[in-house]
């Protein structure tokens, strides 16, 4: 049950993925150990493999290991469709297929990922095609790995809010891939490997500064749990946050913002006024008329042909045919040569422009003033929700006697878990889809989150949501435990937590407004030069338009 975050936050609440790791490495010498032996697991599963809060690993369930003893092997009759490896998949009776190391080793991979990854099954994902994710059994036969570089191909996205499998460095993720692709047939990562590589994981791993009940891998620049929480999504509960007096941990909040305040702005890039650069216009070529004098000579023809109109009473055709012959035959003059001059100039302009635009763009996106005071404004609004905290758990404690029926509820229906549930047509391949999209207890199998998952139709969902509405007609509300002090407690840690984040970064805040800062004046003047030689080009490519 380790691998699920829903028991394990009610059986092992203090445990990060550091815990997670040492459990999956021990699973993989545990099986290491076997085929060391020249044995072989077969019937692979979650439910034979028993980890202790020390993080040891016993494996059960031995009666039907395949036994190689005094030239007799033994075979394993049984195994569990969602861990049997893709080669394997259909095959009538077990007790006529000998196994293999490399068979366990596939359940081995789902094994350690599932631990990892928080339940979720390698082959269970969003699918992009109408023949993926009906059955978890023909997935796995298809070789539909869900996170496998090519998952899209193969028919897959990941589910949603799962974690990234970019969480493991590369050569973990090759692992993973090589196991559950069609490569890994004929040779997939040993148990021997995968406790080479987790020991080498576990040797890299790093706390987050912000909250330490987060652990991951050194190779992540951000963690990817705090990433997971912004999204609503959250693996790791810190219980171990004490519930501290105000100024014990040495923050004062007057003094960080002062230094926050001492930071200036960085200059701002000047942005040239176009129509004010001077340029010559490039002279027209030979044989095409400047627009100044085809302007004239309209103005003589239309000249004459007014005077004659006056000199000759009724000579309206003079006006006519002077007037046609100014704008169209003088416009004509020079003609196709003008014409393709203009597109050319025109097209130079519209380049220029482009050009011009993009660098400004640039400029009011990385290194105008106002992307320097977003980040401060940004660091404000921290202030200010630090400063509220104490009214906030205030409210959020007196709330809890508005919301106590509600969140008993919750908790009780927590504690009633799909695994352990007996529903009609939802078996093991069922629920582990179910699995790999959050739903794992009665509080989490809402009708619009167990049909959104591919294979539930309205008779499947409705099991399931019926299931879910016996579990909660045996809710009784206790008007005793309205409000407990676990309750409040809980309620403070949350506002200690946060009390800390905040803390941590308004300490950091003028160190990284200094460091933005610095790096905008930087990019300023790298992108200076190429403002001004964009201005110019655009300047001299509107002079070169109106020239013509």
């Given at each position: 049950m380790l691998y699920s975050p829903a028991h394990r936050r009610q059986d092992y609440p203090n445990k990060a993925w550091d815990f997670l790791l040492f459990a999956a490495r021990n699973t993989a010498a545990a099986f290491a150990a076997i085929h060391h032996h020249g044995h072989v697991l077969g019937d692979v599963n979650q439910g034979n493999v028993l980890v202790g809060a020390d993080s040891k690993v016993v494996l059960i369930d031995t009666d039907s290991f395949q036994i190689n003893a005094n030239g007799t092997t033994h075979l394993c009759k049984v195994g569990v469709a969602h861990f049997t490896p893709p080669e394997l998949q259909g095959a009538a009776l077990f007790d006529r297929v000998p196994r293999t190391s490399n068979h366990d080793n596939f359940g081995l991979a789902l094994l350690i990922f599932d631990v990892l990854f928080g339940g979720r099954h390698p082959y269970s994902g969003v699918p992009l095609r109408a023949d993926a994710g009906e059955a978890l059994e023909k997935d796995i036969q298809a070789f539909r790995y869900a996170y496998a570089p090519d998952g899209q191909r193969r028919g897959f996205n990941p589910p949603p809010k799962s974690i990234p499998i970019s969480i493991v460095p590369d050569p973990i993720q090759a692992m993973f891939t090589l196991a559950f692709t069609e490569n890994g047939v004929k040779s997939r990562p040993t148990a021997q490997q995968w406790v080479t590589a987790l020991d080498d994981l576990r040797g890299q791993s790093k706390r987050c500064a912000m909250t330490p009940m987060h652990v991951y891998p050194g190779h992540i620049g951000r963690c990817p749990w705090c990433v997971l929480e912004d999204h609503g999504v959250i693996y790791f509960l810190d219980i171990q946050v004490g519930i501290t007096a105000t100024g014990s941990t040495g923050f004062i909040l007057a003094r960080a913002w002062a230094a926050i305040e001492a930071v200036p702005p960085p200059p701002a890039i000047p942005i040239p006024n176009i129509a004010a650069i001077a340029v010559k216009p490039t002279p027209l070529p030979p044989g095409i008329q400047q627009q100044g004098v085809i302007t004239f000579w309209r103005i003589v023809i239309v000249g004459v042909a007014l005077w004659l109109f006056a000199v000759i009473p009724g000579a309206w055709f003079f006006v006519l045919g002077g007037a046609w012959w100014a704008w169209v035959v003088v416009s004509d003059w020079s003609g196709d040569e003008r014409k393709a001059e203009r597109t050319k100039r025109e097209a130079a302009r519209d380049a220029a422009q482009q050009a011009y635009d993009q660098i400004v763009g640039r400029i009011r996106q990385e290194v105008s003033p106002e992307a320097f005071a977003k980040k401060k404004q940004d660091l404000a609004r921290l202030r200010d929700e630090y400063q509220h905290l104490p009214e906030r758990e205030k409210t959020e404690i007196t709330n809890l006697h508005a919301t106590a029926e509600a969140r008993q509820k919750h908790q009780f229906l927590e504690r009633h878990f799909l695994d352990a549930a007996t529903i009609s047509g939802v078996g093991p391949a069922k629920k582990a889809a179910l699995r790999s999209f959050g739903i794992e207890t009665a509080a989490d199998a809402t009708w619009n989150k167990v049909i959104s998952v591919k294979g539930f139709g309205e008779v499947l969902t409705r099991a399931v949501v019926?299931?879910?509405?016996?579990?909660?007609?045996?809710?009784?509300?206790?008007?005793?435990?309205?409000?407990?002090?676990?309750?409040?407690?809980?309620?403070?840690?949350?506002?200690?937590?946060?009390?800390?984040?905040l803390e941590i970064t308004l300490n950091a805040g003028a160190t990284d407004l200094q460091r933005l800062r610095q790096d905008m004046i930087s990019k300023a003047k790298a992108l200076s030069p190429a403002l001004q030689a964009a201005s110019q080009k655009l300047a001299q490519a509107q002079a070169d338009l109106n020239a013509i």
């Open positions: 019926d299931w879910q509405k016996a579990c909660e007609r045996r809710f009784v509300f206790n008007p005793n435990l309205a409000v407990t002090e676990a309750d409040k407690n809980a309620v403070r840690a949350k506002i200690a937590t946060r009390k800390r984040t």
